[in-house]
């Protein structure tokens, strides 16, 4: 393959020439834009798995129901692929798989325009596997219908031996699996770990009914004469928030084909959670005053601390507040993918700390998070405060050109 090809088509796809990809089962295509007036039409035709790749490979799935959380999150599991390879399915396409064209005169195999559509399908995968699947030959809602169907055999299978047999036993079998038994203390439910397969197998089961327009608010609390020790105002906010975030998820749980994709909330601390209500509810001052003063904290960090999770969730205020070392090989990517970007031009000059690349003489600088996304973040000159600008890329180089272009001009 042609070495300087692949370089163009890389800074081809950085620099926004491909213009929105189309993926059918087997085939990825798009039109790119290159130095003719007219884009040209570009494919990219993928092998796709045989029948028994697929059966094989889906009951190595339904095997693990860390595998179908995952994949509900549209989020590639690293071991499922060596475990998909164990079971004799080569899930990511190898050396033959790929057969890329072009409408372009170059003779070159791959083009710089299959190229950059090559690249840009990656940063696909990247945000979403079923793109992966598709290519390889079966749709989303196809894969899940079927997972759903051996995750069901499987259930029914294992209360058929809990309960010796005995179908009407379902109801108390599910109740011990549970493991509830009256007694515990509510704290210890909170601290315990939810099921993940217990918590899908509910989401696909469940029965949501009318969902009425709007949140319905909760009682408000009586005042008591005599002291409770409870903060009544902010049990009313926390119960609030939590009629909100529920009907936010019934509402995308109802109007999904797939409710099983319905989101499970992550597990917060109290200040995770804490900023996760500002950011959600910015307007509110006596949310933010509250807040303030239980964490000390002054009405410019949490305005960051708002941003950055506006950015990406838990992990975006993570990246705000604990940097960490990135490894070798880290490094060593981001080194390439950032000299690769600069190649037609005066490199930008970066200052390494930790998981923060910074362009000190433009104010500018990018984290690598540890979901591997990389956050944008902007110097107040005024307070000499960074803060968080833009959303997550995948890429450093989209992440540090979409600072120098709004800072610069494209």
Not at 11 to 30: D, F, H, N, Q, S
Not at 151 to 174: K, M, Y
Not at 242 to 249: C, E, I, K, N, Y
Not at 340 to 353: H, I, K, M, S, V
Request: aromatic fraction near 6%.
């Amino acid at each position: 393959m042609d070495s300087g090809r692949l370089t163009r088509g890389r800074t081809y796809a950085r620099r926004g020439a491909v213009e929105p990809i189309t993926v059918t089962p087997g085939l990825a295509k798009a039109k790119i834009h290159g130095s003719a007036p007219r884009p040209y039409s570009s494919t990219v035709a993928v092998k796709q798995l045989s029948d028994t790749d697929w059966n094989r490979f889906l009951h190595t799935v339904a095997a693990r129901a860390a595998h179908i959380a995952a994949l509900l999150d549209r989020d590639m599991p690293p071991d499922l692929v060596d475990d998909a390879r164990a079971a004799g399915v080569q899930l990511l396409p190898g050396v033959g798989d790929l057969s890329p064209s072009c409408s372009c005169p170059d003779s070159g195999w791959p083009c710089k325009h299959a190229s950059a559509l090559c690249y840009q399908i990656a940063r696909l995968l990247d945000l979403d596997p079923f793109v992966l699947f598709l290519l390889r030959g079966r749709g989303e809602h196809e894969l899940m219908d079927e997972l759903r169907a051996r995750n069901a055999a499987a259930a029914s299978a294992e209360v058929a031996t809990a309960t010796g047999g005995d179908l009407h036993s379902t109801e108390a079998a599910d109740f011990s699996r549970a493991g509830t038994t009256g007694r515990e203390r509510a704290a210890d439910v909170f601290a315990a770990a939810p099921d993940t397969a217990d918590v899908l197998a509910t989401l696909i089961s469940m029965e949501s009914g009318v969902l009425p327009d709007f949140p319905g608010r909760p009682p408000i609390l009586a005042a008591s004469r005599e002291p409770t020790g409870i903060d009544q105002t902010g049990l009313e906010l926390v119960a609030i928030d939590t009629a909100q975030r529920s009907h936010g998820l019934l509402a995308t749980y109802s109007a999904t084909d797939e409710p099983a994709r319905t989101p499970i909330l992550p597990r917060l601390s109290p200040w995770q959670d804490a900023v996760r209500m500002l950011a959600a509810r910015l307007d509110d001052e006596s949310l933010r005053a509250r807040i303030a003063e239980a964490y000390d904290t002054s009405d410019t960090d949490l305005s960051i601390a708002a941003l950055a999770w506006h950015q990406g969730g838990p992990t975006g205020l993570d990246t705000l507040e604990k940097p960490w070392s990135p490894t070798a090989t880290q490094k060593s990517r981001t080194h390439k993918a950032l000299e690769d970007y600069a190649e037609d031009g005066t490199p930008t000059r970066l200052r390494l700390w930790r998981n923060r690349w910074t362009a000190d003489a433009k104010g500018v600088q990018i984290r690598l998070g540890t979901d591997n996304r990389w956050y944008p973040y902007r110097r107040d000159p005024e307070n000499n405060r960074w803060w968080p600008e833009g959303p997550a890329e995948t890429d450093p180089a989209a992440a540090l050109a979409a600072l120098l272009a709004a800072e610069y001009g494209p």
